[in-house]
C-alpha cells in the first residue's frame, strides 16, 4: 500500500456543545492532513500528484478559514467538532478529487487538530 498526506492550516472559532452546555467561543489553528492511498503506482511512479490534493484541501479550507464555523453552512445544524470537521473536509475533497484520481487510488482518512497532541480522525 502506497500513501500520500498533504497538511493545510486554518483559523477558525467555535462553541461546541458538549453534555447539554454550550462553551465560550474560542479560536483555533486548525490542522488537517488528507491521507490519500492505493495499491499501485502510475508510469511515472506516483500513486496521485500532490497538487490536485493540496488545492482540493485549500478549495474546502477557505469558506471555513478565518469564520465563526457556526456561520458555515455545514455546521449551522451540526456541532463543528473536531470529528465533524473532518467528515466534512473528507467529504469535500473527495468530490474534488474524485475525477483526477487513478481508479486505484482513494481518500483514505482525514485528520484535524485543534489542539497539540489532540487529533480527530475521519475514515471514509
Not at 477558525?12 to 503506482?41: K, Q, S, Y
Not at 456561520?71 to 475525477?99: G, M, Q, W, Y
Request: glycine share 6%.
Amino acid at each position: 500500500m502506497f500513501a500520500i498526506t498533504v497538511e493545510h492550516e486554518f483559523c477558525a472559532a467555535h462553541a461546541l456543545t458538549i453534555g447539554g452546555a454550550r462553551e465560550t467561543l474560542h479560536g483555533h489553528n486548525f490542522h488537517v492532513w488528507v491521507t490519500v492511498e492505493g495499491m499501485a503506482l502510475d508510469a511515472d511512479g506516483l500513486l496521485c500528484d500532490f497538487h490536485l490534493v493540496q488545492q482540493a484541501l485549500r478549495d474546502v479550507a477557505e469558506p471555513l478559514t478565518n469564520r465563526n464555523l457556526h456561520d458555515c453552512a455545514p455546521f449551522r445544524s451540526k456541532n463543528p467538532t473536531a470529528e465533524n470537521l473532518a467528515r466534512h473536509i473528507a467529504d469535500e475533497v473527495i468530490a474534488r478529487v474524485a475525477a483526477g484520481l487513478p481508479a486505484s487510488a482513494r481518500v483514505g482518512m482525514v485528520r484535524v487538530s485543534e489542539a497539540p497532541g489532540c487529533v480527530a480522525a475521519y475514515t471514509p
